[in-house]
C-alpha cells in the first residue's frame, strides 16, 4: 500500500503533465494527496516544513544560475550572435543535413551556457525553415532540439555550465570538469546512436509518405527567415567560448583566492557571522562568474542592438528564470514529500541492497529523476539523502569522487524526461506538437541516454580511464 500511494502521486503527475497542466500548481497537491493518504494530521506540516522549505532551498542556491542562463541566453539572441552562429553551421553543413545541423546549433548553445529553455526558442524558428525545406517530418524536431540540448551537453560534456552538471559539485567536493575522459566517452556514444535513430525515423517516416507535416501539425509555424547574419560568426561564437574558458579558470581560481575550506563573512550589522564552505559553493560561484563575463562579452561587442532591446529583453529572461526555477524547484519539493514516505523508504532500502556503488548511483539517480521529473530535482534529492552513502561505498571500492559525480549526473538526464518534465512540456508547446504527436522520439533518446550511463560504467571498469 505505500507504494502505491507513491506510485499513484507519480501517475497522477504524469497524466496531469501530459493534459498541459501547470507543474507548479499540480506538484503540491499531488504531494499533498499522497501525504493526506498516509497521514491526514501531517498534511499541514509537511506543505510548509517540508515542501516549501525544500523548494526555497533549492531556489536559494541555484535560482542564480537560472537567471544569469536565461539573461544570458536573451542577450544571445536579441544581439544577433544566436542567428548567426545557426546560420553559420546551416552554411557549412549544408541545409539537406538539418537534423544534425539543428543538433550541433543548438548544442554549442547550451554547452555555452543558454538555458535549456531559451535554447529551444532560439532555434525553433531555424529548425522549422530546415525541415520545411528538406520535407522533413516536423514531429522529430523536438527530438532533434533534445538530443543537442538535454542529453551530453547537459550532463556528459566536461566543464558543460549545465546546473545538472554543477549540483554533484557540491556533495562531493568535485568540479564541473570531472572525469572528463569518461564524459566524451558517454557524449560520442549518445551524439552516435541519437543520430543513427533520427536518421532511421527520418527514413520510415518518409518512405510512409509523410512529409514536413499534416494540416494538424501546423501550429505556432514561426515566420519564414529571410536575409542573412549581421554578425561575423567568430564574434557571435566569442561569448560561448568565454563562458566555458572564465568557467574552467575560476573553478580553478576559486578555492586559492577564498584561502581555506570556509569563507567568513563578519559585517557590523550582522549578530553572528556566517560561514560558507568553499567546496560546496566554488563551482556555483564559477559557473555564476562565468556567465557575468559571457555577458559582458555580449555588451562590448553588441551593445547597441542589446541597449534598444534590453528592457524587454530582460524582463522576458527574469520572466523565462523564474518559470525554470520554480518549475525545477516544486518537482524538488514533491520529490522531497515522496522520499519522506514509506513508499519511498522501502523502494531506498531494495535500493541500498545493489552492491555495486556506481550501479546503486546511477540505479537511484535516475529513478528520482523520472518520480520527480526534474533532473536537477532528482539529482538534489538523491545527493541529499544518499551522497554520503555513495561516496563512502565508492571509496571503499577505490572508485574516484571524480566518476561518481559524472555517471550521478550523466543518470540525473536519463528518466528525467518523462511526459511531465518542465524541458518536454515547453519544447512540445514551442513546437506546436503533443505528446501524441512527438513524444515518442523523446523517450527514445530518454532510454538511449539511460543506456549509455552503463556504458560509461563498464567502460571505467574495463579500462580504469577518468
Known sequence: MPIAIAALSLILLMIAAYRGMSVIVMAPLLAMLAVLLTDPAAVPAAFSGLFMQKAASFLKLYFPVFLLGALFGKLVEISGFSRAIVTAVIGFIGAGRAIPAIMIVTALLTYGGVSVFVAVFAVYPFAAEMFRRADIPKRLIPATIGLGALTFTMDALPGTPQIQNIIPASFFGTTAWAAPILGLIGSACIVATGLAYLGWRRRSLMAAGEGYGAPEQLVNEPDQQEGGASVHPMIALLPLLVVGVGNLLLTMAIPRWAGGD????????????????????????????????????????????????????????????????????????????????????????????????????????????????????????????????FAAAGDAAGIPREVLHRIASMASGGMDSLPHNGAVITLLAVTGLTHRQAYKDIFALTLIKTMTVFVVIAVYYLTGLV
Request: proline share 5%.
Open 262 to 389: 570556509a569563507v567568513t563573512l563578519a559585517l557590523p550589522g550582522m549578530a553572528d557571522p556566517v560561514s560558507v564552505q568553499v567546496a560546496q559553493m566554488a563551482a556555483l560561484w564559477a559557473v555564476e562568474g562565468a556567465l557575468l563575463l559571457g555577458i559582458g562579452t555580449i555588451l562590448l561587442f553588441a551593445f547597441a542592438p542589446v541597449a534598444r532591446r534590453f528592457a524587454e529583453g530582460s524582463k522576458a529572461a527574469v520572466g523565462g528564470a523564474l518559470l525554470a526555477g520554480m518549475n525545477t524547484a516544486v518537482e524538488y519539493g514533491f520529490g522531497a514529500v515522496i522520499a519522506a514516505l514509506p513508499g519511498f523508504l522501502m523502494v531506498k532500502e531494495a535500493l541500498r541492497a545493489i552492491p555495486n556503488p556506481l550501479v546503486n548511483e546511477a540505479i537511484t539517480v535516475t529513478s528520482l529523476a523520472g518520480i520527480t521529473g526534474s533532473a536537477s530535482g532528482g539529482l538534489s534529492i538523491a545527493l541529499a539523502a544518499m551522497a554520503d552513502q
